[in-house]
């Protein structure tokens, strides 16, 4: 299967997961996992820097628009998707590791792939619950729903790239 097939694939299935699952998911009013962005996490490290913000910016958009969200979803993705080189440089020391061609937990290893992931979800979800606040009044229970969700998200991430090893390895 080519690259781009298994990527638009990919980003079918974790949009509908989102949409159809997820967003339907809301536990005590504080947790909100949002699985779609492992999306943005596993393009291929090369990708042009304006191609990953107009693929950040399309994967935030179409979600506003499943979620009737006012560009909440748009803003912290393009963010994360603009924050991905400077956490992939300070994970690696370099822009692109000369070996690795995708981030994944199989290519990278379980440590590395948590703190690049762990570090890039608590970038988006910070910019989307304080975006979505939007008051210093909420404050404590904004950082409640941030790690609440961060770790959610991180947990479905994790499992979510299990999957893809698996079927990588099956290829």
Do not use: C
Not at 7 to 24: A, D, E, K, W, Y
Not at 83 to 96: C, D, I, S, W
Not at 105 to 119: E, H, P
Request: hydrophobic letters at 60%; a positive charge; proline letters at 4%.
């Amino acid at each position: 299967m080519s690259d781009l097939f298994y990527n638009s694939l990919r980003f079918v299935g974790l949009m509908l997961f989102q949409v159809l699952i997820l967003n339907h998911f809301m536990l005590f009013g504080l947790v909100n996992p949002f699985v779609y962005i492992l999306f943005i996490l596993m393009l291929p490290l090369a990708i042009p820097g304006w191609l990953l913000l107009v693929l950040g910016f399309l994967t935030g958009y179409l979600m506003d628009i499943f979620m009737t969200g006012a560009g909440l979803h748009t803003a912290a993705t393009v963010f994360m998707a603009f924050m991905r080189p400077f956490v992939l440089r300070l994970a690696t020391g370099t822009k692109e590791p000369e070996t690795v061609v995708y981030p994944g937990l199989s290519q990278m290893g379980a440590r590395w792939w948590f703190s690049y992931t762990l570090s890039l979800v608590v970038l988006h979800h910070f910019v989307l619950f304080v975006l979505e606040s939007f008051s210093f009044n909420q404050l404590g229970y904004t950082l409640l729903r941030i790690i609440l969700s961060v770790a959610a998200t991180e947990i479905l991430i994790l499992l979510f790239s299990y999957f893809f090893t698996l079927r990588n390895l099956k290829r």
